[in-house]
């Protein structure tokens, strides 16, 4: 009797077991959710045939396959194809044998994170693959975000469907990066400070970090506070000078420049208050308005002293940190932000030159320069690199282009110079380089887009002129992301002034 019972004791318990795995949800489930195109994400899934072959696709396009494991489960590591566009995709499971099936969302994006896409300021997005040398030709205007007044200097930064960008009314602006469905959008939210702003946000882990004319690097929720207006999670205290430089994030700090001649370093989620203090700063020439650039372990910033300063971007582990090394430019360096790519520091000065350092220094306190570009004029834009070129607005209507690894002289001549069509002016903006395109804003009222490999003569003419409408001032910097560019400047004929101008190519 007993050994009866618990054979049927056992036939009862393996019965409920194969019903409870045959009835098992099927499921899939990826990680991360969003990236660019060539990024790795995994996908996890459970519920198929013990031993099956599970395929993972994307329409019709076959990702990979993978076994599932003895409880019907799989984990597998993908890749987003190189050339998968903007938006949206269903991923699909699919069991060979069983025919069990389970989908999953994923988006493509081209973040563009903060002044210059990265903390580096490479000016290079080089994941984006919708905007090329021969569809640029048609980029037209899609939509308007209004903003208060004027932008001036800041640049946008666009990150999982929202743009952010500052204006001289003193706020901090949000958009639907996809518009509103007119011609006109106002903004999701807007950030409160308390003066100018000229400097561009930088976005990280959920936080969106900005400075402002009233000596504050403020910080806000990525993601808003629900309201129309929002108050910052906390902010930075710095000197009496005001701020123009852009944040930068990296190694767990945000760092800033100020006009009264410090580089600040704040512990980038704050301190547990409102108001925090630095960990630690920097002092430098009489005053920055360059924006700082980190790269392995070291946080460049120019100043109007025209020194290029290298810091230690840990610190010191004392409240006032000195230079690890300077390197000395022909003249002052305003608003040109160093750009790092392959150990070459490059950035601009008001000497007319475009200055190339070797980003570890030269083994002594003071450094010359590797090379130097001869320019037109004063260089207030900041240089960008792709390719093995680096390119640089200046103060006399050109953009030019050099070879990143100089001429092997001192000094260096353009391989192109680029030249709008028209009224000319300075180009302070400094370029953004995406998929074979440069873009970069003219005083005229332009962005100016040029083919990154120029045209085979000295002076090269754009692909194509985007306008702002009724307003010279084009110093802020593009953008280019998800197939769009955005960049900051005004409509002084239709109060409020601000926008936001977005162009993207036809029918998208």
Same mark, same amino acid.
């Given at each position: 009797?007993?050994?009866?019972?618990?054979?049927?004791?056992?036939?009862?318990i393996?019965?409920?077991?194969?019903?409870?795995?045959?009835?098992?949800?099927?499921?899939?489930s990826?990680?991360?959710?969003?990236?660019?195109p060539?990024?790795?994400?995994?996908?996890?899934?459970?519920?198929?045939?013990?031993?099956?072959?599970?395929?993972?696709?994307?329409?019709?396009?076959?990702?990979?396959?993978?076994?599932?494991?003895?409880?019907g489960?799989?984990?597998?590591?993908?890749?987003?194809?190189h050339?998968?566009?903007?938006?949206?995709?269903?991923?699909?499971?699919?069991?060979?044998?069983?025919?069990?099936?389970?989908?999953?969302?994923?988006?493509?994006?081209?973040?563009?994170?903060?002044?210059?896409?990265?903390?580096?300021?490479?000016?290079?997005?080089?994941?984006?693959?919708?905007?090329?040398?021969?569809?640029?030709?048609?980029?037209?205007?899609?939509?308007?975000?209004?903003?208060?007044?004027?932008?001036?200097? *800041?640049? #946008? /930064?666009?990150?999982?469907?929202?743009? !952010? %960008? $500052?204006?001289? &009314? @003193?706020? =901090?602006? +949000?958009?639907?990066?996809?518009?509103?469905?007119?011609?006109?959008?106002?903004?999701?939210?807007?950030?409160?400070?308390?003066?100018?702003?000229?400097?561009?946000?930088?976005?990280?882990?959920?936080?969106?970090?900005?400075?402002?004319?009233?000596?504050?690097?403020y910080?806000?929720?990525?993601?808003?506070?629900?309201?129309?207006?929002?108050?910052?999670?906390?902010?930075?205290?710095?000197?009496?000078?005001?701020?123009?430089?852009?944040?930068?994030?990296?190694?767990?700090?945000?760092?800033?420049?100020?006009?009264?001649?410090?580089?600040?370093?704040?512990?980038?989620n704050?301190?547990?208050?409102?108001?925090?203090?630095?960990?630690?700063?920097?002092?430098?020439?009489?005053?920055?308005? *360059?924006? #700082? /650039?980190?790269?392995?372990?070291?946080? !460049? %910033? $120019?100043?109007? &002293? @025209?020194? =290029?300063? +290298?810091?230690?971007?840990?610190?010191?582990g004392?409240?006032?940190?000195?230079?690890?090394?300077?390197?000395?430019?022909?003249?002052?360096?305003?608003?040109?932000?160093?750009?790092?790519?392959?150990?070459?520091?490059?950035?601009?000065?008001?000497?007319?030159?475009?200055?190339?350092?070797?980003?570890?220094?030269?083994?002594?306190?003071?450094?010359?320069?590797?090379?130097q570009?001869?320019?037109g004029?004063?260089?207030?834009?900041?240089?960008?690199?792709?390719?093995?070129?680096?390119?640089?607005?200046?103060?006399?209507?050109?953009?030019?282009?050099?070879?990143?690894?100089?001429?092997?002289?001192?000094?260096?001549?353009?391989?192109?110079?680029?030249?709008?069509?028209?009224?000319?002016?300075?180009?302070?903006?400094?370029?953004?380089?995406?998929?074979?395109?440069?873009?970069?804003?003219?005083?005229?009222?332009?962005?100016?887009?040029?083919?990154?490999?120029?045209?085979?003569?000295?002076?090269?003419?754009?692909?194509?002129?985007?306008m702002?409408?009724?307003?010279?001032?084009?110093?802020?910097?593009?953008?280019?992301v998800?197939?769009?560019?955005?960049?900051?400047?005004?409509?002084?004929?239709?109060?409020?002034?601000?926008?936001?101008?977005?162009?993207?190519?036809?029918?998208r």
């Amino acid at each position: 009797m007993f050994r009866t019972s618990m054979l049927l004791r056992s036939f009862t318990i393996a019965a409920i077991l194969t019903v409870a795995q045959f009835c098992q949800a099927t499921t899939l489930s990826i990680s991360p959710r969003s990236g660019p195109p060539t990024s790795n994400f995994t996908a996890s899934g459970s519920g198929f045939s013990s031993g099956e072959t599970v395929d993972l696709t994307v329409g019709t396009t076959l990702l990979g396959k993978v076994t599932a494991d003895n409880t019907g489960g799989f984990t597998k590591l993908l890749q987003v194809p190189h050339g998968a566009q903007p938006g949206s995709y269903a991923v699909k499971a699919h069991g060979e044998s069983s025919g069990n099936s389970a989908h999953a969302t994923f988006a493509v994006n081209t973040n563009w994170p903060s002044f210059k896409g990265g903390a580096a300021h490479a000016g290079f997005n080089p994941v984006e693959n919708t905007i090329n040398s021969s569809n640029a030709r048609t980029l037209v205007s899609s939509w308007v975000g209004v903003m208060g007044d004027l932008v001036d200097f *800041s640049s #946008p /930064a666009v990150v999982d469907g929202v743009a !952010y %960008i $500052g204006s001289f &009314d @003193g706020n =901090l602006y +949000a958009f639907n990066a996809n518009g509103c469905g007119g011609s006109e959008c106002l903004p999701l939210w807007k950030g409160e400070t308390g003066n100018d702003i000229t400097s561009s946000p930088a976005v990280a882990n959920g936080v969106v970090y900005i400075g402002s004319a009233d000596h504050k690097l403020y910080a806000f929720a990525a993601k808003a506070c629900g309201q129309e207006s929002c108050s910052p999670l906390w902010t930075g205290q710095t000197g009496n000078g005001i701020i123009e430089s852009s944040p930068v994030v990296a190694g767990g700090f945000v760092y800033i420049g100020s006009s009264d001649g410090k580089l600040y370093a704040f512990a980038a989620n704050g301190c547990g208050k409102s108001a925090c203090s630095p960990v630690w700063s920097a002092t430098t020439g009489p005053q920055i308005f *360059s924006s #700082p /650039a980190v790269t392995s372990g070291v946080v !460049y %910033i $120019g100043a109007t &002293d @025209g020194k =290029l300063y +290298a810091f230690n971007a840990q610190g010191c582990g004392q409240s006032t940190c000195q230079p690890i090394w300077t390197a000395k430019a022909g003249s002052s360096i305003m608003t040109s932000s160093p750009a790092i790519v392959n150990g070459v520091v490059y950035i601009g000065s008001f000497d007319r030159n475009l200055y190339a350092f070797n980003a570890q220094g030269c083994g002594h306190s003071t450094c010359s320069p590797l090379w130097q570009g001869a320019t037109g004029q004063f260089n207030a834009s900041s240089p960008s690199i792709a390719n093995g070129v680096v390119y640089i607005g200046g103060g006399d209507d050109l953009l030019y282009a050099f070879d990143a690894n100089g001429c092997g002289h001192s000094i260096c001549q353009p391989l192109w110079r680029g030249e709008g069509v028209g009224e000319q002016a300075g180009m302070e903006s400094s370029p953004a380089v995406a998929n074979g395109v440069v873009y970069v804003g003219e005083n005229n009222g332009m962005i100016e887009v040029f083919d990154a490999a120029g045209c085979g003569q000295s002076i090269c003419l754009p692909l194509n002129q985007l306008m702002a409408q009724n307003e010279q001032i084009v110093s802020s910097s593009p953008a280019i992301v998800n197939g769009t560019v955005y960049f900051g400047s005004a409509n002084e004929s239709d109060p409020p002034i601000g926008r936001l101008y977005v162009f993207k190519l036809p029918g998208r």
